[in-house]
């Protein structure tokens, strides 16, 4: 039974430009969470998708954009990178609307530095 | 706005020794809790989970937590600690209802075992 997987897993970029970041839910889930993790800190919300809409967003800039695809899978996008954009991007699935079962499968996540 | 501390950045213990970690949220209402744990390089691993009934739960790899209501606090345990469980742990709050993925998480705390 695949897991969550993400893709890819490490990538370098350079201030102001775009980056799309990829992710392929467990199967069986419906709904993707992005999540951002600085170095040193917990994992930040940013968005989560369901019936390819944003359901709920955290405090990020609109720069951070994302889809989801009717095979459930999804796309975190940033745009006009800035260093501190630098981190661990965390995607996490599980199934909406289960009561009292808001677990998150995680997958191991995509390293991206802005340089 | 909910919010979860982990007063501890760093602890470190010797093989077989128990084990605490400390975790402090700040909810509304009763939570959802977790546990997970991140190695390195690695995504998150659901530990364990409170939802509702007994405030003591039992999760993988022998760790177990306490749900107490009176100090806001979900603190996680290991009566004997292996060389294995160095990793990063992380505590987060969830919301009340399905459907919402929005976890909030601590800034974890960093295991070191010493042999």
């Known amino acids: 039974d695949a897991g969550v997987t993400q893709s890819p897993t490490h990538l370098i970029k350079t201030r102001g430009q775009q980056v799309t970041l990829r992710c392929s839910p467990k199967?069986?889930?419906?709904?993707v969470s992005w999540y951002q993790q600085a170095l040193g800190q917990g994992p930040q919300f940013i968005f989560q998708y369901y019936e390819e809409e944003e359901r709920q967003r955290g405090n990020f800039p609109d720069r951070f954009s994302g889809h989801q695809f009717p095979n459930y899978s999804s796309e975190l996008n940033v745009n006009a990178l800035l260093l501190g954009d630098s981190a661990l991007y965390l995607c996490?699935?599980?199934?909406?609307?289960?009561?009292?079962?808001?677990?998150?499968?995680f997958g191991a996540g995509s390293r991206l530095t802005v340089l | 706005a909910q919010s979860v501390t982990q007063p501890d950045i760093h602890i470190t213990v010797s093989e077989g020794a128990s084990l605490e970690l400390r975790c402090n949220y700040s909810?509304?209402?009763?939570?959802?809790l977790f546990w997970y744990v991140q190695s390195p390089g690695q995504g998150l691993q659901l530990l364990l989970k409170?939802?509702?009934?007994?405030?003591l739960v039992q999760g993988i790899k022998g760790f177990e937590a306490e749900f107490k209501r009176s100090q806001s606090s979900f603190n996680l345990r290991k009566p004997s600690v292996h060389w294995s469980d160095a990793a990063e742990y992380f505590c987060?709050?969830?919301?009340?209802?399905?459907?919402?993925?929005?976890?909030?998480f601590g800034t974890g705390t960093q295991l070191k075992v010493e042999l």
């Open positions: 996490a699935s599980s199934l909406w609307g289960v009561s009292g079962a808001n677990v998150l499968t």
């Open positions: 987060a709050v969830g919301p009340e209802r399905g459907g919402g993925n929005k976890l909030t």
């Open positions: 409170y939802f509702s009934g007994d405030t």
């Open positions: 909810y509304g209402a009763t939570p959802y």
């Open positions: 199967s069986g889930h419906d709904t």
